[in-house]
Each structure stands twice: as structure tokens, then as C-alpha cells.
């Protein structure tokens, strides 16, 4: 069974910092392309960032380009969001995708606030 557990959002001042983790068991996390995206009330989920299965290369959404940076820790499995500078557009629920060449996973997300 696959899973995926996003963790590490939470409240946080204009300007501040969050790390989100996202750690997947049940699926070969080597071989998959892993994304975050992230969804506010009433819109579509946004693609946030991407990083590469095979050469590790990273993929941005312009609106956080500079503040935020995508990683992965194969050996844990794991892919990680690191936001820095964060404003109140950053609000959302957050959530990390795994993509596959026959299917793709998510999970359950995180929500993250950004506010004073």
C-alpha cells in the first residue's frame, strides 16, 4: 500500500520560514518524479514545485521562484519544501505528489498559514 505523509506546516509570520517533509513508503521512491503543489478553498491545486527522479533537476511555479527550494532524500525516501520569505499568498493546504510512468500518488496534505 502506497503512502504518502506531508508534515511541517503550521502558522507562520510574513517573512518567516517552513520546512515541509513528505515521506512516502510502498512505492520505489527512486524511480518517481515528486511535485508539491498546493490548493486554496474554491481554486485549483497549483503546481508549486517539481524535482526529477533521475538527475534531480528543479522546477519552479514563477510565483515562488527565489524563496522556495525543492529536495529529496532518497535514502529516507523522503522529498522535502524548504519556504523562505513566506507572504500571505503563500497560505494553502500543501500537498506532495509522486509521479509515476503508469500512476501517480498523493498525499493528504499540510496546511500552512501565513499571517500576523
Known amino acids: 500500500q502506497v503512502q504518502l505523509v506531508e508534515s511541517g506546516g503550521g502558522l507562520v509570520q510574513p517573512g518567516g520560514s517552513l520546512r515541509l517533509s513528505c515521506t512516502t513508503s510502498?512505492?520505489?521512491?527512486?524511480?518517481?518524479?515528486m511535485s508539491w503543489y498546493r490548493q486554496i478553498p474554491e481554486k485549483e491545486r497549483e503546481l508549486v514545485a517539481t524535482i526529477i527522479s533521475h538527475d534531480h533537476r528543479t522546477e519552479y511555479a514563477d510565483s515562488v521562484k527565489g524563496r522556495f527550494t525543492i529536495s529529496r532524500d532518497n535514502a529516507r525516501n523522503t522529498v522535502f519544501l524548504q519556504m523562505n520569505s513566506l507572504k500571505s499568498e503563500d497560505t494553502a493546504m500543501y500537498y506532495c505528489?509522486?509521479?509515476?510512468?503508469?500512476?501517480?500518488?498523493w498525499g493528504q496534505g499540510t496546511q500552512v498559514t501565513v499571517s500576523s
Open positions: 510502498g512505492l520505489t521512491f527512486r524511480f518517481y518524479d
Open positions: 505528489k509522486a509521479v509515476g510512468r503508469r500512476e501517480n500518488f
